[in-house]
């Protein structure tokens, strides 16, 4: 069972600051669309270049390019979605051009390989090479190694299972939920007679921990994506069966319990608003999560925000600022408007602590234009963090203008 903290009272009726709940402006449809294009052929997706994929980025640009052709009734959106999806299987699920390893990271012959690219996990798509067994940890320099996330292969599982939704293709899914039995497994490590942990970075091949703690969120991101995974299988009535996550789900389950969540990083407080949102269109679509947890993901989400804002980190300069933190943080929000929005439809289905937590959080909802106006304006790109990070930057701007892809199933 997870733990709930009391919520505060707020005034009646959700609000409606800028842009309406779900509401998405020709201009940002437009800006997205510019923001995708260029992405696309600066990394190889749509031009002659060699292709430069990175699993996270890729995963927001997935849901980006569905979501783009769900808004704008274009279907080449689509068929980049699907490219694109190719790409970081043919790239990411490969060994490194300069690692004397070769072929698919899972072992598997090219036949097999092609059947399941995503049985052996995939790269994170870091400059360097992984860390050898033999060489001592550096904790800068391990951010830029390659190996494999968990977090990142979460994100991926769920882009592949947008895409299977929006395309009604049950291979994707299938693809995801092998990726989700793979990952479950070889990150999962039991010590003593406490509850299972979750290594944060595994080696390429998944044989060894590089970086053996837990992430904060790791447990309940994989539970919630398994519970997607696995309604969206029901729904695709899957042909060729495939790994069924329950005891993934139940093993995640177990590590939720008591969990604190709280967290003052922008890019995690959005994170639970986002992960409230599909909690609360799963259990419309049939699944049944944990007890409260859609709650405490809200009573989560407002301690941190509430953090963050009395930090007043976005009076920062933008040198100071790092864009894709910040925009995870309105996507979020825009989830949470959505969350709220649908809450006001159907006030009999949520309780009465999740209604006052929406009400709570609400006041927060403009933070969300705030940040996206920020990085639109170019004088603030004009910064060193910015080209840096130029991909996961746009993309993760082009998710917060038009969030449909990534945040409605």
């Not at 940002?28 to 600066?42: C, G, Y």
């Not at 749509?46 to 997935?62: G, H, I, K, N």
């Not at 052709?69 to 979605?81: E, F, I, K, Y």
Request: glycine share 10%; aromatic share 8%.
């Amino acid at each position: 069972m997870v733990k709930i903290r009391a919520a505060g009272h707020g005034r009646r009726g959700f609000a409606r600051v800028g842009r309406e709940a779900g509401e998405v402006s020709d201009p940002q449809i437009e800006q997205a669309v510019v923001l995708m294009s260029d992405f696309a052929e600066r990394t190889g997706l749509s031009s002659e270049r060699p292709p430069r994929r990175y699993l996270w980025t890729d995963a927001f640009a997935v849901c980006n390019l569905l979501g783009l052709a769900r808004v704008t009734g274009d279907p080449s959106h689509q068929g980049l979605a699907l490219r694109l999806i190719d790409q970081v299987h043919h790239t990411l699920g490969r060994y490194r051009s300069d690692d004397p390893r070769t072929g698919w990271i899972s072992g598997l012959d090219e036949r097999e390989g092609e059947a399941h690219p995503t049985r052996g996990g995939l790269r994170i798509g870091k400059d360097l090479p992984e860390r050898s067994a033999d060489e001592p940890f550096d904790e800068p320099l391990e951010w830029n190694r390659d190996g494999q996330y968990f977090h990142y292969l979460v994100q991926w599982m769920r882009a592949l299972d947008q895409a299977a939704r929006a395309t009604r293709r049950p291979q994707l899914n299938l693809w995801a939920r092998e990726l989700a039995e793979t990952a479950q497994s070889a990150f999962t490590c039991q010590r003593g007679a406490g509850k299972p942990r979750m290594h944060w970075k595994m080696s390429t091949d998944l044989a060894r921990p590089l970086v053996p703690t837990m992430g904060h969120h790791d447990p309940l991101d994989g539970y919630l994506t398994y519970l997607q995974l696995n309604t969206s299988a029901g729904e695709l009535a899957q042909p060729s069966g495939g790994p069924d996550l329950a005891r993934e789900i139940s093993r995640t389950a177990d590590m939720l319990e008591g969990g604190e969540w709280a967290t003052p990083d922008p890019l995690g407080i959005g994170g639970l608003l986002a992960d409230a949102y599909r909690l609360q269109q799963l259990a419309r679509l049939g699944a049944r999560p944990e007890p409260g947890l859609i709650a405490g993901l809200l009573t989560a989400s407002l301690a941190g925000l509430e953090y963050y804002a009395r930090r007043e980190d976005l009076e920062q300069p933008s040198q100071y600022r790092l864009a894709f933190r910040e925009l995870g943080l309105a996507i979020g929000l825009h989830a949470a408007e959505r969350l709220g929005a649908a809450t006001e439809r159907d006030p009999g289905a949520s309780s009465p602590v999740r209604r006052d937590l929406l009400r709570a959080l609400e006041r927060h909802f403009p933070l969300a234009d705030r940040i996206e106006s920020f990085w639109l304006d170019p004088f603030n790109q004009h910064v060193a963090s910015w080209g840096e990070h130029r991909d996961i930057n746009e993309v993760m701007l082009a998710t917060s203008l038009v969030p449909e892809g990534y945040i409605e199933l």
